[in-house]
């Protein structure tokens, strides 16, 4: 009932920027928070920024002053911005929001979205 589609992975050189996208449709009631993650091969599926709805950010200290997060709440979107990638921020990213369903406003669901390809190489 609720979908979370990601848009704007790629190839990118060391230095450069991509901006990854997200939208969240279906049946939703609210929004809490929406985030973004990644994992790399043979790592485990990192937090690499979240934001809530009352619009607190947060980073994991590698992408600090590099990537920012943001979000529509008029549109159930999230981005993130990211610059002066390097090459170890390759990885499949994805999305992630708590959403409560229109059908069951008493629980909170963790959704994800397909993940998307970001690789950072010259």
């Known amino acids: 009932q609720v979908q979370l589609v990601e848009s704007g992975g790629g190839l990118v050189q060391p230095g450069g920027s991509l901006r990854l996208s997200c939208a969240a449709s279906?049946?939703?009631?609210?929004?809490?928070?929406m985030g973004w993650y990644r994992q790399a091969p043979g790592n485990e599926r990192e937090l690499v920024a979240v934001i809530d709805s009352g619009g607190y950010i947060n980073y994991v200290d590698s992408v600090k002053g590099r990537f920012i997060i943001s979000r529509d709440n008029a549109k159930n979107t999230v981005s993130l911005q990211m610059n002066s990638l390097k090459p170890e921020d390759t990885a499949v990213y994805y999305c992630?929001?708590?959403?409560?369903?229109?059908?069951?406003?008493?629980?909170?669901?963790?959704?994800w979205g397909q993940g998307t390809q970001v690789t950072v190489s010259s």
């Open positions: 992630n929001a708590a959403i409560r369903n229109r059908d069951d406003v008493a629980s909170l669901y963790n959704y």
């Open positions: 279906g049946s939703i009631f609210s929004i809490n928070a």
